[in-house]
């Protein structure tokens, strides 16, 4: 046997180790991207070298959000220090040089694009002093100051390894909304999450924020088809209403490679329907729960600006 054949043989084997792709139901199906807007995104984004989580992710609403005008900017590169067994960024013990001028690019994207509402992400950057809280700032800061605040911008944050003064820093440059996912329910945490994540630390990160910008909106979100249990589900629910997270969103995992976790079950539309209504009932002040609901999620957006616009009438 030549090394050509053995290495073909050693790799059919290890695909056949591996658990494979679970066949998607009729409700997880979504359409091919395509559409004017969707062109034009793709061509602005990419032109000014920027990425999006959108992309990265392999989020399945890419084809539905970027037609309809939205995207979700991922700041400070494309590698993430971090290897959680569920994502599809890249990893890597080091992130790339940071670009200084990445948040003049953001916000004149944003602007061109003519976004009123801006979701900023990133990849989690434990090789940086401060967890790359200060460049997140000026982000929001440029985005702000170039759309005369005009513009909500919502940040979906890494948990800085627990740094308040890095989560202070982000806060202080006053976002509309400040997410960040605890992901799992507790007991699964370990097995999906790289190690150096902790579900408490998430739920201190969005505590900390309430406490020191209040009028901040708080999020979270959740995924599901992983192995969890109805009633861990309604402890996370408890557990991040305690940390004063206003919004939730619940959606349903998908494995990206054969390399990442595998499904252990697709949850049906009308069980998604119900987590919603428990979660409306428990305190929060909008739940968005389905299938192909992600973190950034278009109908959130609608009901966050309506949240906010009510909030700034009634203290006027």
């Known amino acids: 046997m030549t090394q050509i054949e053995k290495k073909t043989v050693d790799i059919r084997a290890e695909r056949s180790r591996r658990q494979p792709l679970l066949r998607k139901p009729a409700w997880l199906r979504?359409?091919?991207?395509?559409?004017?807007?969707?062109?034009?995104?793709?061509?602005?984004?990419?032109?000014?070298?920027?990425?999006?989580?959108?992309?990265?992710?392999?989020?399945?609403?890419?084809?539905?959000?970027?037609?309809?005008?939205t995207a979700t900017f991922m700041v400070m590169g494309d590698v993430c220090t971090r290897g959680c067994r569920f994502c599809a960024v890249k990893t890597g013990k080091h992130g790339v040089v940071l670009d200084q001028d990445e948040p003049r690019k953001v916000a004149e994207s944003a602007q061109a694009m003519k976004l009123d509402y801006v979701v900023i992400t990133s990849v989690d950057r434990d090789d940086l002093p401060d967890g790359g809280a200060e460049h997140f700032a000026k982000v929001i800061r440029e985005v702000f100051a170039l759309s005369q605040d005009r513009i909500m911008v919502e940040v979906l944050t890494p948990d800085f390894q627990g740094d308040l003064a890095a989560i202070e820093l982000v806060a202080a440059a006053q976002p509309t909304v400040f997410a960040h996912n605890i992901e799992t329910v507790r007991r699964l945490t370990r097995r999906i999450r790289d190690a150096r994540c902790n579900y408490d630390q998430s739920l201190q990160v969005l505590a900390h924020v309430k406490k020191v910008q209040p009028q901040i909106v708080t999020k979270s979100a959740l995924m599901l088809g992983l192995g969890e249990?109805?009633?861990?589900?309604?402890?996370?629910?408890?557990?991040?209403?305690?940390?004063g997270v206003e919004i939730l969103t619940i959606g349903q995992y998908l494995q990206p490679t054969l390399k990442h976790?595998?499904?252990?079950?697709?949850?049906?539309?009308?069980?998604?329907?119900?987590?919603?209504?428990?979660?409306?009932?428990?305190?929060?002040?909008?739940?968005?729960?389905?299938?192909?609901?992600?973190?950034?999620?278009?109908?959130?957006?609608?009901?966050?600006?309506?949240?906010?616009?009510?909030?700034?009438?009634?203290?006027?």
């Open 30 to 69: 979504s359409q091919i991207p395509a559409g004017e807007n969707f062109a034009v995104i793709k061509e602005r984004l990419h032109s000014g070298g920027l990425h999006t989580v959108c992309e990265e992710a392999r989020c399945p609403n890419l084809g539905e959000c970027w037609s309809g005008g």
């Open 229 to 243: 249990q109805d009633d861990e589900i309604y402890q996370s629910m408890d557990d991040l209403l305690a940390a």
């Open 261 to 316: 976790l595998a499904v252990e079950s697709f949850v049906p539309p009308e069980k998604f329907d119900a987590f919603a209504e428990e979660g409306r009932k428990r305190g929060f002040a909008f739940v968005a729960a389905g299938p192909m609901v992600r973190s950034s999620y278009r109908a959130g957006e609608l009901f966050i600006q309506h949240l906010v616009h009510e909030r700034k009438t009634t203290q006027a």
